[in-house]
């Protein structure tokens, strides 16, 4: 079935520890999304990239960074986790227009 | 102040019902108005989309767009259990895509 996978499905992760959230799509989407989504605050976006080989900043990117080495995989790192990071993260895929998102089943992170 | 703004509910009605959800903005530039629908533990599905102001309706849904007053609704006729979700509002300046703004998203409880 085509679409989105995410992993892992849930993490606890001690404060100050490196972590990367995998995301695989198998639509050859060329944008990917990571969101971040928070009670009361909806989801907001991280980091995104419009093609492989580029990435960008998103509205809440301090302690995230991301890579773009081909089409299909999109991680995202938090170098020092910190307890403000504990969220649930999803991954998202675009194919080129602004209804054609799909989403993952989401990573739920909690930082201690 | 956010973009896009959302009651986060929670919203509890009776089988039956008819369900208004709404999302006001301040971006003049969105073009693009979207509703998701996010069950408990998954990502995000796109339910319906509209382009510019006006009506779109899809079964028991009825997405509408008001640029003039920067409000989009979302009113679900004859309410189910099974329409119990989140339902969160999204919105792109991009026709070809690009970043989602997202509400905060309205919690939805229809009971039997």
């Known amino acids: 079935i085509a679409g989105i996978t995410q992993a892992p499905t849930s993490q606890i992760l001690a404060a100050g520890r490196r972590m990367t959230l995998r995301c695989t799509q198998d639509?050859?989407?060329?944008?990917m999304y990571w969101y971040r989504q928070d009670l009361g605050l909806g989801l907001r976006l991280i980091h995104y990239s419009n093609t492989a080989g580029t990435t960008g900043k998103g509205e809440v990117p301090d302690g995230y960074s991301v890579s773009r080495a081909n089409t299909d995989d999109f991680p995202l790192t938090l170098a020092s986790a910190v307890p403000s990071q504990t969220s649930v993260y999803f991954c998202?895929?675009?194919?080129?227009?602004?209804?054609?998102?799909?989403f993952g089943s989401g990573t739920r992170l909690t930082v201690v | 102040q956010k973009e896009v703004e959302q009651d986060p509910g929670p919203l509890s009605v009776p089988e039956g019902a008819i369900v208004s959800l709404n999302c006001t903005y301040s971006n003049s530039a969105f073009q693009y108005f979207m509703w998701y629908r996010q069950y408990s533990r998954k990502g995000p599905e796109l339910l319906m989309y509209?382009?510019?102001?006006g009506n779109k309706e899809d079964g028991r849904f009825t997405a509408q767009v008001d640029k003039s007053s920067k409000y989009i609704s979302l009113f679900i006729r004859d309410s189910q259990p099974s329409d119990s979700a989140t339902y969160l509002c999204?919105?792109?300046?991009?026709?070809?895509?690009?970043?989602?703004?997202f509400g905060q998203g309205t919690e939805l409880s229809v009971k039997p």
């Open positions: 509209t382009y510019s102001s």
């Open positions: 998202a895929s675009s194919d080129g227009s602004a209804t054609g998102y799909t």
């Open positions: 999204a919105m792109s300046e991009n026709p070809q895509g690009g970043k989602l703004i």
């Open positions: 639509m050859r989407h060329n944008a």
